[in-house]
């Protein structure tokens, strides 16, 4: 039974290092044939979901990080990443951004600065997907023309805790923490920690008293 188990944790090793191989190769593939502008050091555990219309646009900085898939991201509700860009919509992520199991949909426009951390099974939505009156949503075949979005802006150094959900319109401030499982509907100044749902501040993220950690 020892040899076995350990033949087994042998296995496992390979695979997670051929993984990062494959995972690139495999996802390069995928960023080439959606127009995606990206480089070249990115690394990868696991293969994305595009779908990138060709009169949307997806760029990605340097030394990105992602994790997609169950086996490369055991936190619990792990899924693949969702990087979806609708028409004229515009998704930007910028350096040493890393990511794990993330939806981002946009129709209009995320912006996603530096050194950004964004937790397992967040998704963020620039949109709305349906309309709010009643009578577009409830029409069949139903309207979509009534459909609002509004840009999403997250500032560098922010960090938003996993299975966290940022709506339409939101800005989230350079270096703010957004706690986990928080619903995000209205702008995070810089440096503050919120959470919960609907999301509220909670302090100053400044103010932490890291030696205590």
């Not at 560098?156 to 401030?173: C, P």
């Not at 993220?205 to 205590?212: E, G, L, V």
């Amino acid at each position: 039974m020892y040899v076995i188990r350990k033949l087994y944790r042998l296995l496992r090793v390979v695979y997670y290092k051929t993984a990062r191989i494959y995972s690139w190769l495999i996802s390069s593939f995928k960023f080439y044939l959606n127009g995606v502008k990206f480089h070249r050091d990115f690394i990868g555990f696991g293969i994305p979901i595009l779908d990138i219309n060709m009169k949307g646009s997806f760029s990605i900085g340097k030394r990105f990080r992602f994790n997609s898939g169950k086996y490369h991201a055991m936190g619990g509700r792990q899924q693949q990443c969702y990087f979806v860009v609708a028409k004229g919509g515009e998704l930007t992520i910028g350096d040493n951004v890393g990511v794990t199991s993330v939806a981002l949909i946009c129709h209009n426009k995320i912006s996603i600065g530096n050194n950004v951390k964004i937790g397992i099974n967040t998704v963020i939505y620039d949109t709305d997907f349906h309309s709010l009156d009643a009578r577009m949503r409830n029409s069949y075949p139903e309207r979509l023309d009534g459909v609002k979005s509004k840009p999403v802006i997250v500032h560098d150094g922010a960090f938003i805790g996993g299975h966290s959900t940022i709506l339409k319109g939101v800005t989230i401030g350079k270096n703010s923490i957004v706690g986990a499982g928080s619903v995000v509907f209205e702008d995070i100044p810089d440096e503050q920690v919120w959470a919960g749902n609907p999301a509220r501040y909670v302090r100053d993220n400044y103010k932490y008293d890291y030696a205590r950690v």
